[in-house]
C-alpha cells in the first residue's frame, strides 16, 4: 500500500492511545490520527478514511477534516499569515498552506484570495501551493463534445471576458457578451461547452445550449407566472438585467421561452405584460 500524502487515504486502525490512534501507513509506518479527530465507538481493526499531511515537525498526520484543496486540485484560498519565506493560506486545516515567493505571481496580502493549484514540492516533500496556476493546467487537447456540462472554477478576468478551470484540469473562457450573471474569481459554477477550438482552446457558456435551453426555461416562466398570480409585467421591452435577476435566465433566453410559450397558446401578450391564457 503507497501512501498519499495531501490525498485522502483509507487506513486500518493498528493501536489505540490516550492521545488518539495509530493507523497503517504502509512503508511509511504508523500515522496518528490525533484524540480530536478520533469518531467515536472506533476500535482495532476497523477503517477510517482519513487526510493525511505533515505536521509542523514535518511528521505524517491523519485528519478527518475536510480541507478546502487536495494535492493535484485548484482552489481559491484567503491568507492567513505572511513572512520572510512566503505566504501561508488557510485551508482548513491545523497548519497551513506554504506559498513560497517564487510561486506567487504578485505579493500576496493577509486577508486577500488567490487561485492556486497545490502539489508536492519535489525538493522538500512538503505540500505547497502556486499562484502560477498555467503551469499546472492540462497542455493536451480536451475530448468534450458542444452542449456537455462541466465543472468551472472562475480563475482570471480577461478583456474578453472570464478565463475558468474546467473540471480540475483545463482553461476555458466566458465571454463579456455571453454572461448574464455576476462572476467572482473564485466561484464553482456548471458550465457547458459551446465549441472546441482547432488550436484546442475551449469556449465555454453558462447557459444551457439548444431547445433543451429554451423548453427549460419556458418551464421556468410558466412556473414563475403562476406564483405571481398567474401574470407578471416582464416582457421583451424589459431590461436584461431586470430579467436575469428575476428569473435567471438571458433576455435572449427568456424571448425564446416566451415565443414557446405564446405557440402553445398557454400564456397572452398584453400591454402591461404577460398573462396566462
Known amino acids: 500500500m503507497e501512501l498519499k500524502l495531501g490525498k485522502f487515504n483509507i487506513l486500518k486502525v493498528v493501536k489505540v492511545v490516550d492521545f488518539g490512534l ?64 512566503g505566504a501561508f493560506l488557510n485551508w482548513g486545516l491545523m497548519k497551513d498552506l506554504f506559498v513560497p515567493f517564487r ?12 487561485i492556486v493549484h497545490a502539489h508536492i514540492d519535489e525538493d522538500s516533500f512538503r505540500i ?16 468534450y463534445t458542444p452542449g456537455e456540462d462541466v465543472d468551472i472554477l472562475i480563475w ?14 483545463y482553461s476555458g473562457l466566458l465571454y463579456e457578451n ?14 457547458y461547452i459551446k465549441q472546441m477550438r482547432e488550436d484546442g482552446k475551449i469556449d465555454l457558456m453558462l447557459q444551457k445550449p439548444g431547445m433543451e435551453k429554451v423548453e ?10 403562476k406564483q405571481h398570480g398567474g ?7 424589459s431590461p436584461a438585467e431586470v430579467i436575469y435577476q ?11 421561452a416566451v415565443g414557446d410559450l405564446y405557440k402553445k397558446r398557454i400564456i397572452v401578450l398584453t400591454e402591461e405584460g404577460i398573462r396566462l391564457a
Open 128 to 143: 505547497v501551493a502556486s499562484a502560477k496556476v498555467e503551469h499546472f493546467l492540462s497542455k493536451e487537447k480536451a475530448d
Open 103 to 114: 510561486e506567487q505571481k504578485v505579493k500576496m496580502e493577509i486577508g486577500k484570495k488567490y
Open 156 to 169: 482570471q478576468r480577461t478583456a474578453l471576458g472570464y478565463k475558468a478551470i474546467i473540471d480540475n484540469q
Open 231 to 237: 401574470k407578471t409585467s416582464l416582457n421583451d421591452k
Open 22 to 85: 495509530y493507523l497503517d501507513g504502509g512503508e511509511e509506518g504508523e500515522v496518528l490520527l490525533p484524540k480530536r479527530y478520533v469518531p467515536e465507538n472506533i476500535k482495532l481493526g476497523d477503517e477510517l478514511n482519513v487526510f493525511i499531511y505533515l505536521d509542523n515537525e514535518e511528521r505524517l498526520v491523519a485528519t478527518t477534516l475536510t480541507p478546502l484543496v487536495q494535492v493535484g486540485q485548484f482552489a481559491c484560498l484567503e491568507v492567513a499569515w505572511v513572512n520572510q519565506y
Open 178 to 191: 455571453e454572461i448574464f450573471q455576476p462572476l467572482q474569481i473564485g466561484m464553482k459554477l456548471t458550465a
Open 216 to 225: 427549460d426555461s419556458a418551464k421556468m416562466l410558466l412556473d414563475y407566472i
Open 246 to 256: 428575476e428569473l435567471g435566465i438571458s433576455k435572449k433566453t427568456f424571448k425564446k
